[in-house]
């Protein structure tokens, strides 16, 4: 059974920092590339960032330069780093995994980016 576990989430004020963590199971972690998405209330659920097994990680135009996805294997977790944090940052944070026929998803962490 795979699971994703988000955790990170909270309120910041803008320009500051937060660490978002998914953990997952029931899949061999360092075969699969993940990946971060997020859905602001509204909105349609859009990409993020993403991580392969090996190799160059990749961002959405809108957070270049500001957030950093990273894995750490022998905790079966991926992570991402957002700094410089915006308003229009605020969103549910989604972890994902994709396979040839389907796809799993996190149940989301909230950011919330306000003064």
């Known amino acids: 059974q795979v699971q994703l576990v988000e955790s990170g989430g909270g309120l910041v004020q803008p320009g500051g920092s937060l660490r978002l963590s998914c953990a997952a199971s029931?899949?061999?972690?360092?075969?699969?590339?993940m990946d971060w998405y997020r859905q602001a209330p509204g909105n349609q659920r859009e990409w993020v960032a993403g991580?392969?097994?090996?190799?160059?990680?990749n961002y959405a135009d809108s957070v270049k330069g500001r957030f950093t996805i990273s894995r750490d294997n022998a905790k079966n977790t991926v992570y991402l780093q957002m700094n410089s944090l915006k308003p229009e940052d605020t969103a549910v944070y989604y972890c994902?995994?994709?396979?040839?026929?389907?796809?799993?998803w996190g149940q989301g962490t909230q950011v919330t980016v306000s003064s």
């Open positions: 994902n995994v994709h396979f040839i026929v389907t796809e799993y």
């Open positions: 029931g899949i061999i972690f360092r075969d699969r590339a």
């Open positions: 991580i392969p097994k090996t190799g160059t990680t």
